[in-house]
Structure formats: C-alpha cells, structure tokens
C-alpha cells in the first residue's frame, strides 16, 4: 500500500538549472507534506514542507508546490548546485484511522552534474 | 545544533542473535520514533514512543521487537532474534510534541544479519 509514491528513482540534472522532484499521495486525509534530503551515512534532514491549506511554500532555492485536486506535489530548486546531490524524500502526514502519521516516499536521488 | 545520536553506527550480527540499537535523542523531546530504511527502498515507521509507552506501531513491528527508555537519555529498539531480512538501515528520531511534523533524525544504525 504505497501511500506517498516517488516515481522517479533518479534525477540528473545540469548545475544551475532547475530541479524538479514529483511526489504523490494518494490518502486525502494527509494535510501536511515534507521533503527530506539524506546524504550517503546521514539520517534524512528536513528541507522544506507545505501545509494543505497553501498551494506553494519557498524557502531560497526551494520551492514546494501542492497540487490538493491532482494529490500531488513537487519541490522545484533553482539553481541546482552540486550540493544539492543526494536523495530526496517526499513524506505526508495527517491523522489516518485515528493516528497521526508520517509516511514516506520511495525517494528519489538527484545528482547535479557541474 | 541539537542533535539525535545513534550507536552503534554499523553492527553485523549472525542470524538468531538478539541486537540492540541505541538512540539518544534531543533532550527536550518527548516523542520517539524509529524507522527503518531496507537497502534501495522507501523509509518505513516502525513505532513510535511516548510517556514511556508504544504509542502506536507499523505491521512490521511483531514480537521480536521491542523499545525501552530505560533511563532519562537513551532510547533502545531490542531485536530477540535477527532475520536476513531485518538488515537495514534504522533510524531513529525525535520530536517535541505529538502531532509535529518535523522529526529530526539520527543518522542511523546500519544492521547487516548473515
């Protein structure tokens, strides 16, 4: 049962150019969303998340979109730079069958190339 | 920067050995949580911790799990008899309140069971 799905398990991209990473959900009772960035030997550090109520949230070089009707959402970063490198992941929470959860994204890597 | 620790950062253990992965999170949280990462897949909840009980746990957290808050530091996820499959990475992480969105996140154990 995949929640939060990342389709794309990679992402190469040209330093200095934009970063797209997608996101889907397919529980509507998640009103919070969040991206995480994990380097290689690091737990997953919070980046950026929108709340339901908002349509984008930007913070920098981050941008997070919500897309509520399409249950989709993605996080734009521009200009990548090749610290950007690592994996991403998508994760929504929300109080699902009488709990409050946070579930994840398969993740996706992205890799700046300079 | 507040952080959450975990030792020990890399254990190999045989088959049917019990294992002990031991966090220290943030001091002022209250709530606990450990996920787990199997190689080249998503970050899975195992359970969650509060007022020094299971506040809730995922499917994958049967009888061979268990956590415990021994003293007012550390906080430990006991496996009796390690599988094949239980190699992954495991994270631990904390937040301050129930409900909060933002966990922060240890850098993990890494469990390799031969």
């Known amino acids: 049962d995949q929640q939060v799905k990342q389709n794309s398990p990679s992402l190469s991209v040209q330093e200095g150019r934009i970063s797209i990473l997608n996101c889907d959900y397919t529980?509507?009772?998640?009103?919070?969303f969040l991206w995480y960035k994990k380097y290689p030997a690091e737990g997953p550090t919070f980046l950026i998340s929108?709340?339901?109520?908002?349509d984008k949230n930007e913070d920098g070089r981050f941008t997070v979109f919500l897309n509520k009707s399409a249950k989709h959402l993605s996080l734009h970063i521009v200009p990548s730079q090749p610290g950007d490198s690592a994996v991403y992941f998508c994760a929504a929470s929300g109080w699902v069958q009488g709990a409050q959860k946070l579930v994840f994204g398969q993740g996706t890597r992205l890799t700046i190339n300079p | 920067e507040p952080e959450v620790t975990q030792t020990p950062s890399h254990q190999v253990t045989q088959m049917g050995q019990e294992v002990i992965l031991r966090c220290v999170p943030i001091?002022?949280?209250?709530?606990f949580y450990w996920y787990r990462q199997i190689l080249g897949q998503k970050v899975e909840f195992l359970v969650s911790f509060y007022n020094n009980e299971i506040s809730e746990k995922s499917e994958i957290f049967d009888d061979q799990f268990s956590v415990e808050r021994p003293d007012g530091s550390n906080f430990t996820l006991k496996i009796r008899s390690t599988k094949l499959e239980d190699s992954a990475m495991y994270f631990c992480a904390s937040t301050p309140r129930g409900g909060a969105n933002v966990l922060t996140f240890g850098a993990g154990s890494r469990l390799t069971v031969l």
């Open positions: 929108i709340s339901s109520i908002k």
């Open positions: 001091s002022n949280h209250l709530y």
């Open positions: 529980n509507s009772m998640f009103d919070y």
